[in-house]
């Protein structure tokens, strides 16, 4: 069973098809929820992985790290506690799940989850928009539905980030743009202060050529009564 399952794991590898096997296939070692991979690469234009919302970027299928076949006595208890949790509110640390992972199975349970397999875009409905976990102000479920990481505040939709960031550090904005506003109106202040100075010398340059002018005439006048 094992060398079969490796079997299509490396052949699903190899074709860079991730995630084919074992989209949150934790249901049983041969589940297989390729939706959820298609359905959030159809909507969001991008590319996932299993990493969403598996600890291995190549689902939980293998003996790699976070992978089936590499799991201890006590991780295959936890596993097993995680698949008993059909219904939501129970506490949920499958070792093969991710942070997220776990939050979807603790939120909706196994049963209801289960319930969004042939639907996929359902999950993120089901996801609500109140848990943000990597707080970076966008909710899980947009982060599913716009095939972003949802443990990662510094991935998520340019626009969203760009709005929240925005409104999170508006007060430091606005120190800026005063700072900013503050700093032109002190080098229109220096610039018009030269713009006078030089005009002062300029005039003052003239006044002394004319003075200049007159004693000249004036001595001209002397010199010829
Ligand atoms: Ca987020």
């Given at each position: 069973?094992?060398?079969?399952?490796?079997?299509?794991?490396?052949?699903?590898?190899?074709?860079?098809?991730?995630?084919?096997?074992?989209?949150?296939?934790?249901?049983?070692?041969?589940?297989?929820?390729?939706?959820?991979?298609?359905f959030?690469?159809k909507?969001?234009?991008r590319t996932v992985?299993?990493?969403?919302?598996?600890?291995?970027?190549?689902?939980?299928?293998?003996?790699?790290?976070?992978?089936?076949?590499s799991l201890?006595?006590?991780?295959?208890?936890?596993?097993?506690?995680?698949?008993?949790?059909?219904?939501?509110?129970?506490?949920?640390?499958?070792?093969?799940?991710?942070?997220f992972?776990?939050?979807i199975?603790?939120k909706?349970?196994?049963?209801?989850?289960?319930?969004?397999?042939?639907?996929?875009?359902?999950?993120?409905i089901?996801?609500?928009?109140r848990?943000?976990?990597?707080?970076?102000?966008?909710?899980?479920?947009?982060?599913?539905?716009?095939?972003?990481?949802?443990?990662n505040?510094?991935?998520?939709?340019?626009?969203?980030m760009?709005?929240?960031n925005?409104?999170?550090?508006?007060?430091?904005?606005?120190?800026?743009?005063?700072?900013i506003?503050?700093?032109?109106?002190?080098?229109?202040?220096?610039y018009?202060?030269?713009?006078?100075?030089?005009?002062?010398?300029?005039r003052?340059?003239?006044?002394?050529?004319?003075?200049a002018?007159?004693?000249?005439?004036?001595?001209?006048?002397?010199?010829?009564?």
């Amino acid at each position: 069973m094992w060398l079969v399952l490796k079997m299509i794991a490396f052949a699903a590898a190899r074709s860079g098809v991730l995630c084919v096997i074992a989209w949150l296939s934790f249901v049983t070692p041969a589940g297989s929820y390729p939706q959820y991979q298609t359905f959030v690469e159809k909507h969001s234009g991008r590319t996932v992985n299993c990493s969403m919302c598996h600890v291995n970027d190549n689902g939980p299928v293998g003996d790699g790290g976070g992978q089936i076949g590499s799991l201890s006595a006590a991780e295959m208890t936890r596993l097993n506690q995680a698949r008993a949790a059909m219904q939501p509110g129970q506490n949920v640390d499958s070792p093969i799940l991710n942070k997220f992972g776990n939050q979807i199975i603790k939120k909706l349970g196994r049963a209801n989850f289960l319930q969004t397999v042939s639907d996929p875009g359902q999950l993120g409905i089901a996801l609500g928009d109140r848990d943000d976990l990597d707080g970076d102000g966008i909710p899980d479920s947009r982060e599913f539905l716009d095939g972003t990481d949802p443990l990662n505040k510094f991935h998520g939709d340019p626009w969203l980030m760009l709005k929240n960031n925005m409104l999170r550090y508006k007060v430091h904005l606005l120190l800026a743009a005063v700072s900013i506003g503050l700093a032109v109106y002190g080098l229109k202040e220096i610039y018009s202060g030269f713009v006078l100075a030089k005009a002062e010398v300029e005039r003052d340059g003239l006044n002394e050529k004319d003075q200049a002018e007159n004693a000249c005439q004036h001595g001209k006048k002397e010199e010829n009564p």
